[in-house]
């Protein structure tokens, strides 16, 4: 059995008190950390934001998200919704588009809050602003659908989408999150519009790119899905990559918040997606296989680790990762539980119980376990009665070229320059959000 491991920095622990107990909030969690964090600030790669004035990227989405999803719960709760509608227009500054990277799919999630705003407004009579929304939603998903890089022919999993230009021919853990679960949400909503056969089409398109990372990426022995695949791995930008073996292509490790992106992607689709598509049962499958590979590695204070496979007895190797003759990645930290990653397979085991696609007695106890690591491992109530959430990773990567210190090996996970430990970080903070809604939902 695992040991119980707990990091906290000095600033971190200042000020600050464990939450033991559920019962010890008058107010929902998902409220106070709406309102004491995300209508107030953040940080986003050691950036501090406040989210009317973020600027257009997936971390103040995924803030948004939850925010307006927690509004869609507590109605009552209007300056909610008065917040992500003022981050949306702040973005599209009157227009109807936002600035979009080549083939960069982090650059599309945050446009999920578009479908919520465009039917928000209509039914208020507010058709200006819907239509604004609506051309938004349009123009992310036509981009993602028609113009976004794409693995060629010529190489095994033709027709995946690239994470990035900059990183030809490789698709990440990441990317499902961010680009086919915004695509999933347009279909669902419009996808009618465009006639059935390209309904049929577009879905067939949104669960190859599931079917593709699942394929490449999923260890059936370790029951863990690397962080990331390249279908060219002699490519100078894949020098991460395995060159050969069973794996070939794949990352090295399993990262926590890359299995957090693609568990909650998978679970978020599937809601969406039509029961009678031939692809539904396979995404369904694939789902319980990361639902149960996931509750394997669960830690007995019920979070996980930065890195899945290991325990806090992991540790950097002091020696660092060696590269056209440089030396990265140079420390001995110890693997730490992590509160991103957490947070977000807590809010994919609650939410797909809730479904129905993952069964309740077999993953509702490994889900409660989660919520309460939340509470005990990383969230304290500070002395002005704020939320912090503690210990998330503030960033990770693969590459590319240009950047040969991010190997993707576990002394990269655990000192690579990107990827400190942070607090209060958007990317804890959402999915936080978003395990509390679930968690209420069942309890209320």
Known sequence: MRQYF??????????????????????????????????????????????????????????AISVLKAWEQYPAKEEYYRLVKAYADYCLQGGDTVSVGKSNIDDLAAGKIFFTLYNTELKKGNTADARRYKNCADFLRNKLKYNHSRIDRSKPGAGGFFHKAQYPNQMWLDGLYMGPALYAQWQYNFGQEKGIEDNRQSWDD??????????????????????????????????????GGPFKGTSPEFWGRGMGWY?????????LMPKDHPDYKILTGNLNQVAAGLARYQDNSGSWYQLLQYDSSKKADGKGDEIAGEVHNKCDKSNYLESSASSMFTYAYLKGIRLGVLNEKTFLPVAEKAYRGLLNNFIREEQNGQLSIIQSCAS???????????????????????????????KAIGPFILA?????????
């Open 206 to 243: 949104i669960a190859l790119q599931f079917k593709t990372i699942h394929q490449y990426t999923y260890d059936s022995q370790k029951q863990l899905n690397y962080h990331a695949w390249s279908a060219d791995p002699a490519d100078e930008n894949s020098f991460w990559a395995k060159k």
């Open 263 to 271: 568990f909650a992607a998978l679970v978020d689709v599937i809601e």
């Open 436 to 444: 509390s809604l679930e968690y209420e939902r069942r309890t209320k």
């Open 6 to 63: 707990f990091i906290i920095a000095c600033s971190f622990a200042a000020c600050t008190t464990p939450l033991k107990k559920l019962e010890s909030q008058q107010s929902p969690y998902s409220q106070k950390m709406v309102e004491t964090r995300a209508m107030k600030s953040f940080y986003t790669n050691r950036s501090e934001q406040e989210l009317a004035k973020a600027h257009w990227d997936y971390v103040p989405g995924l803030v």
């Open 396 to 426: 990770a990567g693969l590459g590319p070229a240009k950047d040969r210190s991010r190997t993707g090996t576990v002394n990269y996970y655990l000192c690579g320059k990107d990827v400190t430990v942070t607090q209060n970080e958007g």
